[in-house]
């Protein structure tokens, strides 16, 4: 089976799109994979650290607001549709896979016109942009959240699959003196995040909380900073990262948390995988509404990122850390949401949906 990948943007569009890759690969030594992504480094990396072929296409954003970059995206748009077309017909894929994003769209034009199979995935509950208008050329969207959550004219082109996530289970659990806050940035860092733990920072420390914090690349530069200005004893409890692309290491500090702070995009569903206790702090749009499918199930906290702040942050994480039976509760929640055989459910689909 020939496959073409279409992923890019953000870490949270390229591992779940990854991790299908890798199950379709394990079960079909023999399958062909492409992926197609944005121009970025970042893209770049993340993939071929996996060993998988890339193409990458000129790829413009779809913006719900005015901006000037609107009128010269539309050029680059124009010009991944065309590369689309000859990367299609010349590679001759039996399916397209998309997971969603702004490089998407020309492909799954593009392969429709070439009258190609295409299944689409979204890892938010509200449907992105890309997606939305990529589902009138798409023959299925996989979708994260159990279909109840759906509007029922959307329910004859949904299959309920959960969100692909990395095999986190492989790191191992180190049992630590301190309890240990982990804080998740995403792929490009969070600031308003950062900056109220940097205020916090040494209060954290002096409760024994040790903190592994993933910064983001902009932001990096002033944890190091921070944390060379802590008292030599109290460095160990602080421990910045920019970004992390090893996954048993990135799985080792996922177990090791007792807590983690997030965003609440893609990543939610590697803290449900671990049945891991909370604090979501959602990105107005599609964050929120994934945040209060989660804190209307009593599955996560969520503080809005408007209503941040430090007094706030550090209150919440203080009374949480000290009260495991709310932990408990949080964790056995949350669990519910993980479907750590999302993978292999879509695997499933492009078999049955190429097999017709």
Known sequence: MKVLVVAG?????????????????????????????????????????????????????????????????????????????????????????SKGSYVSLPVVVAGRILGKRILIHESDFSIGLANKFSLRFADKLAVSFPLKYYNKKLQ?????????????????????????????????????????????????????????????????????????????????????????????????????????ISRAGSTIFEIASLSKPAILIPLSGHQQQNARILDNNDAAIVIEDNNLTSEILKEMILSLISNQTKLNKLAKNISKFSTRNAAGIIVDQLFDMVSR
């Open 156 to 260: 004859n082109k949904l299959v309920f699959s959960g969100n692909p996530i990395r095999n986190l289970h492989s790191g191992k659990k180190i049992k630590e003196s301190v309890d240990t806050l982990v804080i998740l940035g995403g792929s490009q860092g969070a600031r308003n995040i950062n900056v109220k733990i940097f205020a916090i920072l040494k209060d954290l420390i002096n409760k024994d909380i040790k903190i592994i914090h993933f910064v983001g690349d902009s932001d990096f530069p002033s944890a190091k900073r921070l944390r060379t200005g802590l008292l030599l004893n109290d460095q160990k409890n602080y421990v910045p990262f920019s970004n992390i692309f090893d996954e048993k290491e990135y799985g080792k500090i996922l177990n090791e948390a007792k807590l983690i």
């Open 9 to 97: 943007g953000t870490a949270g569009h390229i591992i779940p799109a990854l991790s299908v890759a890798e199950e379709l690969r394990r079960r079909d030594k023999k399958a062909k994979i492409l992926f197609v992504t944005s121009r970025s480094k970042k893209d770049e990396i993340l993939i071929s650290n996996k060993g998988f072929k890339i193409k990458k296409i000129f790829a413009g954003k779809l913006r719900r607001y005015f901006s000037f970059s609107n009128f010269t995206d539309i050029f680059f748009i124009i010009a991944g549709f065309f590369q689309s077309l000859f990367l299609v017909v010349r590679y001759k894929p039996d399916i397209i896979f």
